[in-house]
Each structure stands twice: as C-alpha cells, then as structure tokens.
C-alpha cells in the first residue's frame, strides 16, 4: 500500500481511495494491482524472470496501455548489489521532467517518488508491490529507494528510446548547463 506525504507539513495519507483522488488532483494516476497474480514460484522452466512477470500483468498493461497510449513495457530491479547503484540513483534524485510519462508497477521492493503538485509543494509517494503509479509527461519529480535498496518494477513507455531526464529548478526552470 502507498504513503504519501506532503514534505512540508509531515501530513500523511494511506488510505487507497484519499491517494488516488489527491494524486489525480495533481494529475498523477494511482492504481492498485493484484500483486498476488505474481508467484515466483510458478515460474515456468524456459521462461526468464522478466517475461514471467510481464505475462503475470499482461491484461493490466495492455488495459492501461490503450487508455494512456504506452507502446512498450519492461521490467527493471535495482538492489544493493547492481554495479553502479549510486551512479543510477543520482541520476534520477534530482527534480527533473519528462517528455512522456513516467509509468511503474512495483512488482517487489519499494520506493519513493517525490512529485510536485499544481500546488507547488512537494509531495512524497512511497510506493510498494501491488502500487502503479504514472507520473505525467512535464511534471516535475524525483525518485529514490528506501533504506533496503531495492525494487523490481513494470515500466511502460510511449517511445523507450525518448525517455530522458530534463533537470529542473523547483520553479521549473532549466538547470543549466555546467
Ligand atoms: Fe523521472
């Protein structure tokens, strides 16, 4: 189940029905999967850890995919023993926007996706197994892990190739250059 806090009050929500509905006030989408569809366990002989996950939420993906316009999905794990974990993760720990958005399940692990609301505060969305979040096309965010440094993820994407990080100012403004 997600938590979301507003940074600069402390105030939390993680009641299902109060996220989606505040995420969406900031155009955010929320959805909750059953996560149960996915046994490790049952993994047919032949078929790779990531075809299996993505065929567990196949019927979710394509559902999605027609109403928001995806056309490609993978599966990413980071975890503490990934070569260049820190590298990663400081490329994506600084408030940065999109050109598509960005879409993902969490299949395993967890964590913390730091969005700016219309508002212009910020809020945290820690996200667990089961939670989809997308956060839209130009909206300003940043994403780390928690404490165990691990998550397995859906990802969906307009166009892979296209999706790059564009570094932001809170106001929105471009950083530039060094
Ligand atoms: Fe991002």
Known sequence: ?????????????????????????????????????????????????????????????????????????DVIALHPETPNLDVLLAKFDKEHTHSEDEVRFVVSGRG???????????YDVEVHPGDLLAVPEGTQHWFTLCDDRHIQCIRLFTDPGGWVASYVNPDGSPVAAN
Do not use: C
């Not at 006030?25 to 049952?42: C, L, M, N, Q």
């Not at 913390?112 to 910020?122: Q, S, T, Y």
């Open 112 to 122: 913390v996706f730091a969005v700016r609301g219309v508002d212009g505060e910020m």
């Open 1 to 73: 189940m997600p938590i979301v806090t507003k940074q600069s009050t402390g105030e939390r929500l993680t009641d299902i029905a109060a996220i989606a509905s505040a995420l969406a006030t900031h155009g955010v989408v929320y959805e909750r999967w059953d996560i149960g569809k996915y046994d490790p366990a049952a993994r047919p002989e032949g078929t790779t850890e990531q075809e299996y996950v993505l065929a567990s939420f196949a019927k979710e993906v394509a559902t999605i995919s027609q109403a928001r316009g995806y056309k490609a999905a």
